[in-house]
């Protein structure tokens, strides 16, 4: 979603509220995820004394294998993410959304900011003990005898 921001860069005091869905056809572009839900944003843009700042939120289901016991499952997840925004910036620093032509690609931000805080380890549940490295058996649904066999 492309935000023009010029009213609220001119203007102290100015806010626009945001909330919208984006489709499974546009998580589409996210290739290492599979999404079980459309991505929810609400949030706000607003300036304060001259600063503009961007506060918003993201809720999602996320569909994804366990990378210990290759189960797959759901999870929900809820984010929050803040920043602020201006027109240039005189150096590189990544602390700052820059609003190219006084506009800013939502969806581009919070697809960055929601990959940034995904886990990079999926696990079904915290304490999953995986595959048996030998026999293959899900270690949390049975046990298996082949390292008790070497004994």
Known sequence: MNINLKQIFNIT????????????????????Y???????????????????????????TLLSLCDRCLKEFERNYNFDFQHIVVRTVSNDNDE????????????????????????????CKEDCKGLCMRC???LNESVCDCFNSEL
Do not use: H, W
């Open 13 to 32: 005091g100015e806010s626009k509220d945001i909330e919208y869905s984006v489709s499974m056809e546009e998580l589409s572009v996210l290739k290492n």
């Open 34 to 60: 599979s999404f079980a839900s459309p991505v929810d944003i609400k949030g706000r843009i607003f300036n304060r004394a001259g600063v503009v700042y961007l506060d918003y939120s993201v809720s999602f």
């Open 96 to 123: 700052y959304i820059v609003a190219d032509g006084e506009s800013i690609e939502l969806n581009d931000i919070a697809f960055t900011d929601l990959i940034l805080q995904l886990p990079s380890k999926m696990l």
């Open 136 to 138: 293959g058996c899900d």
